[in-house]
């Protein structure tokens, strides 16, 4: 399947097609919200759940994993700078 074909599904087909067929590489958190990063095919899909709600919010397929890059990059800063907090503090 392409990207575009994908496109072209229903949300209900969408879905089916990541729980059947989709790798999940990456979860994180932010707040009331939790997004999943899928390989799908030869694309790549992010679903992103409310919590309070438990609903999809939204599903955004993507060919290039520029977008999983960038969220390993601010996923690493995060933990870095959480590391030299408490490096600060209990080193003081």
Partial sequence: MTLLEYIKL???EKNDHILE???L???YSE???R???FDLYDFFVEVTIS???NRILDVIPY???LRFGLRQKEKKEKLNSRANLLNYYFLL
């Fill in 21 to 23: 067929k989709g790798v």
């Fill in 25 to 27: 590489l990456d979860m």
């Fill in 51 to 53: 919590d309070k709600e």
């Fill in 35 to 37: 997004t999943s990063l």
């Fill in 10 to 12: 229903n949300d209900i």
């Fill in 31 to 33: 707040k009331d919200k």
């Fill in 63 to 65: 060919e290039s994993n």
